[in-house]
């Protein structure tokens, strides 16, 4: 078997820093918080921790608005802190990737200040500018993915400007070759730190149509949300011409020429276009653009086997050459404990659903609080801070239920702050609290910690090759095989028994970690309790 990179089978462990840990008591997490984590990240059998934005940012989008990409925001900490985060992060082997928001920055930018002020300054074409039509309406019909018109009228400019999201973050002009060199520029100094990888927000919106041609309508019944509720008009449109332009290839090659000189480096590019599961493959062909794509196909409320098989099939006949991220939850949707249970919190799904997520083909990417079965919280009106909730509220809540602040004990506030925090604990997450789970043999944290340590060693588990077998609801189950070793894999996604019968040979039935040992096999059947797995050598 070929040497496999780090990256690849990798388990990733998200840190949305604003809730993880607070350790100046001013109710927001920072980055000595996650420094003081960095024992229990360990003991999770993780690979890498991905930190959600840390830089220098008004908080308009809770960090994915930039004004400075070379900067710590004083929120967090400091350089001194990071670069301390890196050094205690390699000592432990966990690999540090971090967020890069590309295709837009703050209008607090440096950048954004000077290119608004006129029509002649340095850095005038720096963003998306355009004239009004001839009744001053906009350029176009484009649309925010946040609510209205994508463009926003600048009065010293007498011109729009493009914002995919918040009118607080102007897109940056990709057909700007300065403006491509002074991106990447930026991702070098973080290179030169000592990173280990980029997660790359958004990553198929750099580029706009330079034509500015509308995008057409979508009809009612192929509107569907991948990041976004079905009543948003963003849904209403079909986005061929405000993203995932042929040009961003291009630029997915720089990225991955600049990456190539720091050996080990990983990109991870987050992707929600039309048809996704064809840009991640797009994305990543030919060994010469990102190294990994994933995007929010199984982010969704579909939960069936057919659904996950029939999405990991599409993407696997696709994605030729580059390599596939999984993820079930993150900062962006609700958590999946709730969203694949609306009768409440299982337990034994969550356990499950943990194992079936890393028993994919491709790298994993798991959310802070996975590992304790968090469910979404449920969080007043008069507390939310999400502009996008506050703007779809009551039919969306926006995001959140999902980064409510983590709970380490059932002490006040989870003891993530002694401050109030910037979102308020959730007393059914203080039940499920971190160190009360460290004490039962039986809690979904020591499950999730189990099941990750038993993973590594199983090669076929984490490069291997994957094989779906035809099942009926509610049974998923596949083939994952190397040269040296073959393991069928079986998961019920319903709290029923159920059977499958299976006539390959089963060399042995002793795979299974305790936690997941449920299954049972007996003159070619397997019998599956609900929510249960199965895994077994043949």
């Not at 830089?55 to 350089?79: C, E, T, V």
């Not at 630029?251 to 276009?273: A, H």
């Not at 599409?314 to 596939?324: A, D, K, Y």
Request: hydrophobic residues 35%; charged residues 25%; contains cysteine.
């Amino acid at each position: 078997m070929a040497k496999q990179d780090w990256w690849q089978g990798a388990v990733i462990y998200q840190i949305y820093p604003r809730s993880f840990q607070d350790t100046n008591n001013d109710g927001i997490g920072d980055i000595p918080g996650i420094i003081s984590r960095l024992d229990y990240i360990k003991s999770l059998g993780v690979d890498a921790i991905w930190v959600s934005p840390f830089f220098k940012s008004p908080m308009k989008d809770f960090g994915y608005d930039i004004s400075d990409y070379r900067d710590i925001d004083p929120l967090f900490g400091n350089i001194a802190d990071f670069d301390d985060l890196i050094a205690q992060a390699h000592q432990r082997d966990i690999k540090i990737i971090i967020d890069q928001v590309l295709s837009h920055t703050s209008d607090q930018h440096a950048w954004f200040t000077e290119s608004r002020t006129d029509l002649t300054n340095t850095k005038a074409d720096w963003y998306v500018w355009a004239n009004a039509k001839q009744d001053g309406t906009a350029p176009n019909n484009w649309l925010s993915i946040f609510g209205g018109p994508a463009w926003q009228w600048e009065p010293r400019r007498k011109q729009y400007y493009l914002h995919n999201f918040l009118t607080e973050q102007p897109d940056l002009n990709f057909h700007n070759p300065d403006v491509r060199k002074h991106v990447l520029d930026n991702i070098e100094f973080w290179l030169k730190k000592g990173v280990d990888g980029f997660r790359l927000d958004a990553i198929n919106f750099c580029f706009h149509d330079a034509q500015l041609r509308d995008n057409p309508a979508k009809p009612e019944d192929k509107r569907e949300g991948r990041g976004f509720s079905e009543d948003n008009p963003y849904a209403f449109q079909y986005h061929y011409y405000n993203n995932t332009q042929p040009e961003n290839l291009g630029f997915m090659k720089e990225i991955r020429s600049l990456l190539n000189k720091y050996p080990g480096t990983v990109s991870l590019g987050e992707i929600s276009s039309e048809d996704s599961l064809a840009t991640m493959a797009e994305y990543t062909a030919d060994g010469d653009k990102l190294h990994m794509g994933y995007s929010f196909e199984l982010l969704t409320d579909d939960y069936s086997a057919k659904y996950i098989r029939e999405t990991v099939q599409g993407l696997e006949s696709q994605m030729l050459e580059g390599w596939p991220c999984w993820a079930f939850s993150n900062h962006d949707v609700q958590r999946v404990a709730s969203r694949w249970n609306k009768s409440g919190v299982n337990p034994e799904q969550v356990k499950m659903l943990t194992a079936m997520l890393a028993s994919l083909r491709g790298s994993v990417c798991m959310y802070q609080g996975e590992e304790l079965g968090l469910g979404e919280a449920d969080v007043r009106f008069e507390d939310l801070q999400d502009p996008y909730g506050i703007t779809f509220w009551p039919n969306f809540k926006g995001r959140d239920g999902c980064r409510t602040p983590m709970p380490w004990t059932n002490a006040l506030n989870g003891d993530f702050s002694k401050n109030k925090p910037w979102l308020p604990v959730s007393e059914q997450h203080l039940e499920k609290c971190a160190s009360s789970q460290e004490l039962d043999e039986n809690s979904m944290l020591n499950a999730y910690r189990e099941f990750l340590n038993w993973r590594k060693d199983y090669p076929a588990l984490v490069v291997g090759t994957i094989e779906f077998i035809e099942t009926q609801e509610p049974i998923l189950a596949f083939w994952r095989q190397t040269d040296e070793q073959k393991i069928l894999c079986c998961f019920n996604l319903s709290n029923q028994s159920t059977e499958l019968e299976i006539h390959d040979k089963i060399k042995s039935t002793q795979l299974n970690p305790l936690s997941h040992n449920k299954g049972q096999y007996k003159a070619n059947k397997i019998t599956l309790p609900g929510f249960s797995c199965f895994y077994a050598m043949c």
